[in-house]
């Protein structure tokens, strides 16, 4: 088993920056992927990012591209997913997830889920 435990959510303005952090303990050798996901009230869980574990190659949503960086660190068994110019779109419950195969752009293609952070921009 692979546990996922997420931080860095909050309460920022919007054109603010912020930086989730995700730690990944347990099986750790069984992950391929790790990803962000993001769900707002009434709406389906939407794939934000995802990265490889070992060969940090990433890959964004359309919403995130130019705006987000997702990075790992491997020795930490951290990934993070850095957004800038917050808007109050962004607003939702962000998730990680680890997939143990490659790609993975849908909820349901993850094996394992964090409990979320929250994150709530303001206009």
């Known amino acids: 088993q692979v546990q996922l435990v997420e931080s860095g959510g909050g309460l920022v303005q919007a054109g603010d920056s912020l930086r989730l952090s995700c730690a990944a303990s347990g099986r750790t050798g069984y992950i391929y992927t790790m990803g962000w996901f993001r769900q707002a009230p009434g709406l389906e869980r939407e794939f934000v990012a995802a990265i490889t574990w070992r060969g940090g190659i990433p890959g964004y949503s359309d919403s995130a591209k130019g705006r987000f960086i997702i990075s790992r660190d491997n020795a930490r068994n951290q990934v993070y997913l850095q957004m800038v110019s917050l808007t109050p779109e962004d607003t939702a419950v962000y998730y990680c997830?680890?997939?143990?195969?490659?790609?993975?752009?849908?909820?349901?293609?993850?094996?394992?889920w964090g409990q979320g952070t929250q994150v709530t921009v303001s206009s």
């Open positions: 997830a680890a997939r143990k195969m490659p790609g993975g752009m849908a909820a349901m293609d993850y094996d394992y």
